[in-house]
């Protein structure tokens, strides 16, 4: 049974998106119509109602955001923060589905292996030095867990998933991917240039297309996620569907820009004019002050983050490029956050090396006062302000990044003003100790404090 997508070429979907081949289908592609096993059905109630908000929160805060950007004809930094917390919300639902995946493997351990509890729990095992058998946290693609996931939940159910890799979700999927990607950790090769409701749009309907096919090929073992995935498109109350914001629409030719396209005076300041936006914005919310937080200061605190990454990545770039022969090879590949190797073969090859935030923050000031001012400097994060920096990220990335040990992150005003503050006073500090590389930050800092004001 198929149906190809009018406006997207090929593959097995309906109209919103799922993938049919996986309704009710046994490991030969046959549908099957067996009663549905009650013991399963009862793992997934019980961690619904343990952990609902991991189905539902960061979705329907995006879909709210949206609403918000139709009435401000398109603001960027909302935008962001939609296309973030779509991005938040695949993380959580991937976190409870592998809350539920443990369950069915449980329930079933004939059907699995090892590798598939330490997959569904995130670790792997492995020999130490001392000969011990050790487990540690495994570091998963999200392209991974967003194709493994849902296979070992039909794997309990006899059944297949396949993330379709052409059509409509696979399209979607890679582009708020690549978006996310480009929002908090914004790189001088990978910048977003142009952004507005379509993209946002764009975002949330690939989550909901994603979860629906999840939903399809393990009906009717997930509950909850019908309420929550369709939702109403047209003008009458039963017209109702599943990623149905872009469906059948073209859309703006968007694309991944650079930097060197937007202009390094232009990143600087809209970086920190739509992340003190948005953060005035949670601040001045109607809400009280101790509240548990809100979509908004879930948001803020994410793009305070990508901010601060966004200064460093455009200064590093830009002294880089301004005088190359300052920089050894080391120094130019740790600002590029490149890795080079030799093969088997003798060929060189060139890959991306993320480095960790604490490493970042605290090693790019001192290349860049070696290289650029033919100085000393070093950041100091033992103060009280360099606590706040780092625990302000670890909830940064508690919210952009579920995990099962952990309750769903809250951000309060009082969390996010302690943040943005410890952000001013890290930036303060580099306009300080490297004053000609970071003398421009002293103009954004003159008027940061009417943005965290009590």
Not at 430 to 452: H, M, Q, S, W
Request: proline share 4%.
């Amino acid at each position: 049974m198929t149906h190809s997508m009018a406006d997207d070429g090929t593959g097995d979907f309906d109209q919103s998106g799922s993938c049919l081949r996986c309704l009710a289908m046994d490991s030969k592609g046959i549908q099957v119509s067996a009663a549905p096993d009650s013991d399963l059905i009862d793992i997934v109630y019980q961690e619904h109602f343990k952990s609902p908000e991991f189905v539902v929160v960061h979705l329907r805060d995006a879909r709210n955001l949206l609403y918000a950007i139709h009435g401000l004809n398109g603001n960027k930094a909302l935008s962001k923060a939609a296309i973030l917390l779509a991005a938040a919300s695949l993380e959580s639902n991937l976190t409870y589905l592998s809350s539920v995946a443990l369950g069915f493997i449980k329930a079933r351990p004939n059907l699995f292996s090892k590798a598939h509890v330490n997959f569904a729990r995130g670790v792997e095992e492995e020999i130490d030095d001392n000969g011990k058998l050790v487990t540690r946290k495994r570091k998963q693609s999200f392209d991974e867990r967003l194709r493994i996931v849902p296979q070992l939940l039909a794997r309990a159910l006899g059944r297949q998933y396949e993330l379709p890799t052409r059509g409509v979700i696979a399209r979607k999927l890679q582009r708020t991917i690549e978006r996310r990607d480009a929002i908090i950790h914004p790189k001088w090769d990978r910048y977003i240039k142009d952004i507005g409701w379509w993209e946002a749009a764009e975002a949330v309907d690939a989550v909901e297309l994603y979860l629906n096919s999840v939903r399809v090929c393990l009906h009717p073992y997930l509950i909850g996620y019908v309420s929550n995935l369709f939702t109403i498109k047209g003008s009458t109350k039963d017209d109702v569907g599943v990623g149905h914001r872009t469906y059948g629409k073209r859309g703006p030719k968007g694309r991944i820009s650079t930097m060197a396209e937007v202009g390094i005076v232009q990143v600087l300041i809209e970086e920190w004019t739509e992340a003190m936006f948005v953060c005035m914005l949670a601040l001045d919310q109607g809400t009280d002050e101790e509240s548990e937080g809100s979509m908004l200061t879930r948001s803020a605190l994410v793009l305070l983050y990508a901010m601060l990454d966004a200064q460093l990545a455009v200064i590093s770039q830009w002294k880089l490029r301004e005088m190359p022969s300052s920089f050894r090879e080391e120094e130019a590949l740790f600002l590029n956050e490149a890795a080079i190797g030799v093969g088997h073969d003798g060929e060189v090859w060139t890959e991306s090396d993320q480095h960790p935030f604490k490493k970042r923050i605290k090693a790019i000031p001192v290349v860049l006062a070696r290289c650029c001012e033919n100085g000393t400097f070093s950041v100091n994060l033992s103060d009280q302000w360099g606590r706040d920096l780092l625990d302000g990220y670890a909830m940064r990335s508690a919210v952009m990044h579920s995990t099962p040990e952990q309750p769903m992150p809250v951000v309060s005003k009082p969390e996010l003003r302690r943040s943005a503050r410890a952000i001013r006073s890290y930036l303060e500090a580099l306009a300080l100790g490297l004053p000609n590389t970071f003398k421009y930050i002293r103009i954004f800092l003159e008027d940061f404090d009417r943005f965290v004001s009590e």
